[in-house]
């Protein structure tokens, strides 16, 4: 196999497979392996743990969720807002590179954890290694690399995401059971650094400009045409923060990103409730994320061809209606309908934020606009499995907790289909595909 080489050679000009392949898929096929081992096996794998956290360490279904819920409020907010900062200053390269650590040390540590407190600062470095190379960075990236053809390339690297759920459930619950839970989460943090420092090093390169390209992979002579696909001013952070529309999108994706987490982190304890075994629930999980997949391509082209703000309320509203079909899980078939339905409208999840945000607000100020809308929407991503853990410790039942999430679903979609119009724009001028 013909080795990847630098995109530029000791001149600084962009080398000969640079000139064939616009470098910008480089970089989505490097934000794609980010999203599906710092989100993907994180996000959607670790849920499988669960259940041998509780039952060998004596966790409470509250106190799983407890430790990502104190990470994000102790590490995420403020390091998250950081995060946007160490963008514009030192690119995105260094700072995902530096979050690699961050995801990978701590898993392997998780292997020899006893106690709570234990699980609880663990968690709390996972969240640094996640905001640090996660959605913030690879959001931000991508924006960079593309402008006309912005949704499809983020609907590609977001695959990534949905690769890794659809992967992760399956083969957590193979390491589980072949070698423990223990060495299957150091497995999980050696493959995490054996894969992504290389793929740091080699491939991401944080913009166009640091090997003389231009976003989309224009020249200098359709730059001017081009630029016309996104005429708005960009506003800074105080007109934005000053502006409904910002406050709509971060209450929006706060309320359906917290509404998504909270059935994902408690998919597997509800499934094993209902009489599923955990490699059933694994199942059922793995096919949610693989229906992810198809809707983080539509979404993708949708997004390219429809006002973006309107495709998200769509999806977004779509995840919501679908949620009380949990409430038949019993049912094979109603679960299966759930997955299917509740999957594809995940696909719409995170990847539809940046570019409503861009659309809206312009990208000389997306860095540190997304960190607080992310910081935002995280609160509420870890906050919603925690408060739906309480209340199944209190009425032992899932029922009020999934009804109370897809109502919150439901006016998330609601409030991102408030967030105004962009101004009509001119066609792109034509760019070769991929």
């Given at each position: ?69 104190l ?22 390269r260094?700072?995902?590179l ?13 292997g ?10 663990l ?16 959001q931000v990236?991508?924006?960079q ?50 894969v992504l ?39 800074s ?7 409904s ?57 949708l ?10 309320a ?9 949620i009380?079909l949990?409430?038949l ?7 299966w ?28 100020s ?14 509420g ?11 199944f ?23 991102i289909?408030?967030?105004?119009a962009p ?5 792109p ?6």
């Amino acid at each position: 196999m013909t080795p990847i080489s630098s995109p530029e050679s000791e001149s600084g000009r962009p080398t000969p497979a640079a000139a064939r392949i616009f470098y910008g898929w480089w970089i989505v096929a490097a934000a794609f392996l980010n999203l599906f081992f710092s989100v993907g096996f994180i996000y959607y794998g670790f849920p499988v743990f669960y259940p041998e956290f509780v039952s060998s360490l004596g966790f409470t279904r509250a106190q799983v969720g407890q430790g990502f819920l104190l990470g994000f409020i102790v590490v995420g907010l403020p390091f998250g807002l950081l995060a946007g900062v160490l963008i514009d200053r030192i690119g995105t390269r260094r700072v995902i590179l530096s979050g690699v650590g961050f995801i990978g040390i701590p898993l392997i540590l998780m292997g020899f954890m006893k106690h709570l407190w234990q699980y609880e600062v663990l968690c709390m470095l996972e969240v640094l290694g996640y905001t640090l190379a996660g959605p913030i960075a690879n959001q931000v990236l991508v924006a960079q690399w593309f402008r006309a053809r912005r949704g499809r390339a983020m609907g590609y690297a977001y695959l990534g995401l949905g690769f890794g759920g659809v992967i992760s459930p399956s083969l957590s619950n193979f390491l589980i059971r072949t070698w423990g839970w223990r060495p299957a989460l150091q497995i999980m943090g050696l493959v995490v650094l054996a894969v992504l420092f290389p793929v740091g090093f080699w491939i991401t390169r944080s913009t166009p400009a640091e090997i003389r390209l231009l976003p989309d992979g224009l020249n200098q002579k359709t730059e001017e045409n081009a630029f016309q696909v996104a005429p708005m001013q960009s506003s800074s952070v105080s007109i934005a923060l000053r502006s409904s529309d910002f406050w709509l999108i971060l209450a929006g994706s706060t309320l359906v990103i917290g509404a998504i987490n909270a059935v994902i982190q408690h998919f597997i304890l509800f499934m094993k409730d209902l009489g599923y075994s955990t490699t059933s629930a694994s199942h059922f999980l793995s096919a949610l994320l693989a229906a992810s997949l198809g809707g983080r391509i539509v979404v993708g082209y949708l997004a390219d061809r429809y006002q973006k703000k309107n495709t998200m309320a769509v999806f977004y509203i779509l995840v919501g209606v679908s949620i009380p079909l949990l409430l038949l899980g019993r049912h094979p078939a109603a679960a299966w309908a759930f997955a299917i339905a509740f999957g594809f409208a995940l696909g719409a999840d995170y990847m539809l934020i940046p570019l409503v945000t861009a659309e809206r607000f312009g990208i000389n100020s997306l860095a540190k606009l997304l960190a607080l809308i992310i910081m935002g929407y995280s609160v509420g991503q870890w906050l919603a499995p925690w408060v739906v853990g309480r209340l199944f410790d209190t009425y032992h039942s899932y029922r009020i907790a999934w009804v109370g999430i897809a109502a919150a679903a439901i006016v998330g979609g609601a409030s991102i289909y408030k967030v105004s119009a962009p101004p009509r724009m001119s066609a792109p001028a034509a760019i070769e595909s991929p």
